[in-house]
């Protein structure tokens, strides 16, 4: 069965680096999403991106964030530089473009930024 | 995105039947109603959705109210393996985040 994939699955960090966390969605998905949980709290939204643009964003995705599909089969997200607060799991999703757009997780990464 | 209403855990007994329950009294006509569940850290795993029809699918029954206002997710056998939190999230189609809450916390017990 098709799966969302995430590399790597942990990843540490100084504060004020930049890293970015990489995704292969499903292969035949159009739709990808970005969602981030901080230890013991809710999943939060960040990013979707549809047709290689933005489609929309919380209010966390700030000018700190930014997500790219730079080959057709790879989605990563690129945090400028990292604060504390940045440590989560965050989880890519993908879903199909029909109606009914389903989205599945992948695995997570957790980032610790120290 | 309506809101949900679900009780924050509950238990179940290991090989009987889960039900879950849901509100969604805001709901709009457009709006599907979508179950996840999340297994200590790991990616959420979508389960089953629906707009108005009960579905069943191989992990999960979806039984909605006629009027839409809540909803039930059974687990037909419940196992150990599926003690996780249960989300419950109504989202309109296309390309639309999921708003988690905080779920239902369950705990399968033998």
């Known amino acids: 069965e098709p799966e969302v994939t995430q590399t790597p699955s942990h990843q540490v960090t100084q504060m004020g680096q930049e890293v970015i966390l990489r995704c292969v969605p499903i292969s035949n998905h159009l739709y990808f999403y970005w969602y981030r949980q901080i230890l013991g709290q809710k999943v939060e939204f960040l990013v979707s991106f549809y047709n290689n643009e933005i489609s929309e964003k919380s209010e966390i995705f700030d000018d700190q964030f930014s997500v790219e599909r730079p080959d057709g089969s790879n989605f990563t997200l690129k945090i400028r530089s990292t604060k504390l607060e940045d440590s989560a799991m965050y989880f890519c999703?993908?879903?199909?473009?029909?109606?009914?757009?389903?989205?599945?997780f992948g695995p997570g990464t957790r980032l610790t930024v120290l | 995105d309506a809101k949900t209403t679900q009780p924050p855990s509950m238990d179940c007994a290991e090989g009987r039947a889960a039900n879950l329950p849901c509100n969604h009294s805001?709901?709009?006509?457009?709006?599907?109603v979508y179950w996840y569940r999340q297994i200590h850290s790991q990616g959420p795993q979508y389960i089953i959705h629906?707009?108005?029809n009960n579905e069943t699918n191989e992990m999960a029954s979806l039984i909605i109210t006629e009027d839409r206002k809540s909803s039930t997710l059974i687990l037909p056998h419940a196992t150990l393996r599926d003690t996780a939190v249960y989300y419950c999230i109504v989202r309109s189609g296309g390309n639309n985040r999921l708003a988690f809450g905080k779920g239902n916390q369950v705990v399968v017990i033998p």
């Open positions: 629906g707009l108005k």
């Open positions: 805001t709901i709009s006509g457009n709006e599907y």
């Open positions: 999703a993908s879903g199909d473009a029909g109606l009914v757009d389903t989205q599945y």
